[in-house]
């Protein structure tokens, strides 16, 4: 299985749409940051997150202080402020593997130091060329996503519907 790392508002996301069983079958080893973890507030959407923790579906990779350190220095070029996003993209690279996010910022910082990066549209695209979903189930979630995540491109998501239908 290939690995991916995950940022906050991609699981978010797949919480709201209410895809999170099959985001984590996907053919991943799927991962994040404890920082990531961290940001996840409401008892209702940790309490899910957490059951794909215990069922060894989500590795949550812990940092020690000097990885901290590595991570205030991380020099991301465009000045990334938040310390959780800055975790993920420098885990990434660590790794060596391709990040899930759907924050713009981020999206062009990874992609200028070389890493493969994708967004909650992708998830969907997976879930359905892997026969996950249905293309009935991916038109839903598609919708779910234009009506939870304003930020996301409308067009793109629109297309992928007219497509499946």
Not at 123 to 145: R, T
Request: aromatic fraction near 8%; proline fraction near 2%.
């Amino acid at each position: 299985m290939k690995l991916i790392i995950t940022d906050t508002n991609v699981l978010f996301d797949v919480i709201k749409i209410g895809a999170l069983p099959e985001f984590f079958s996907l053919d991943y080893d799927i991962c994040t940051t404890v920082f990531v973890i961290e940001e996840i507030k409401p008892s209702g959407q940790r309490e899910l997150v957490d059951t794909f923790i215990r069922a060894k579906k989500l590795t949550v990779i812990e940092f020690t202080g000097e990885d901290v350190e590595d991570v205030v220095n991380f020099d991301t070029v465009k000045g990334l402020k938040r310390f959780t996003d800055k975790s993920v993209i420098w885990k990434s690279v660590q790794l060596n593997c391709p990040m899930l996010t759907g924050d713009k910022k981020m999206k062009e910082i990874a992609e200028n130091i070389g890493i493969e990066v994708h967004g909650s549209i992708w998830v969907i695209d997976e879930l359905y060329n892997y026969n996950l979903i249905s293309s009935e189930k991916a038109i839903e979630l598609l919708e779910q996503l234009l009506k939870t995540n304003s930020w996301l491109p409308r067009n793109e998501i629109e297309r992928r519907i007219n497509k499946l239908k």
